[in-house]
């Protein structure tokens, strides 16, 4: 059973910084790929950054140079650190994470959301 666990979020005035973290817990769990979504009221949902196992990082043109996303391979987390926030980056932000999970000579893709950490920028 993978187990995927946000943390992070909160309260940040304009111009401040956040860290935001997604473990995935689970024996046997490879991860391939890591998105960063994030939703605001009324908005549909965008994927805002993703990280794969071997390092390749996208972006959304509106946090390019701003976010970065990063992984911790060995311990199955992903991190995506924001600076210089903006109101209009308040928003529930979720991590996905699709990986693979192996037992003997079986091989399972897994997908598995976080539960979602908010987000507010605000002074």
């Known amino acids: 059973q993978v187990q995927v666990v946000e943390s992070g979020g909160g309260l940040v005035q304009p111009g401040g910084s956040l860290r935001l973290s997604c473990a995935a817990s689970g024996s046997r769990l490879s991860i391939t790929f890591m998105g960063w979504y994030r939703q605001a009221p009324g908005k549909q949902r965008e994927l805002v950054a993703s990280i794969t196992n071997a390092g390749y990082t996208d972006y959304l043109d509106s946090v390019k140079g701003r976010f970065t996303a990063s992984s911790d391979n060995a311990r199955n987390t992903g991190y995506l650190q924001m600076n210089s926030l903006k109101p209009e980056d308040t928003a529930v932000y979720y991590c996905?994470?699709?990986?693979?999970?192996?037992?003997?000579?079986?091989?399972?893709?897994?997908?598995?959301w976080g539960q979602g950490t908010q987000v507010t920028v605000s002074s």
């Open positions: 996905n994470v699709h990986g693979e999970v192996t037992s003997g000579v079986r091989v399972t893709p897994v997908d598995y």
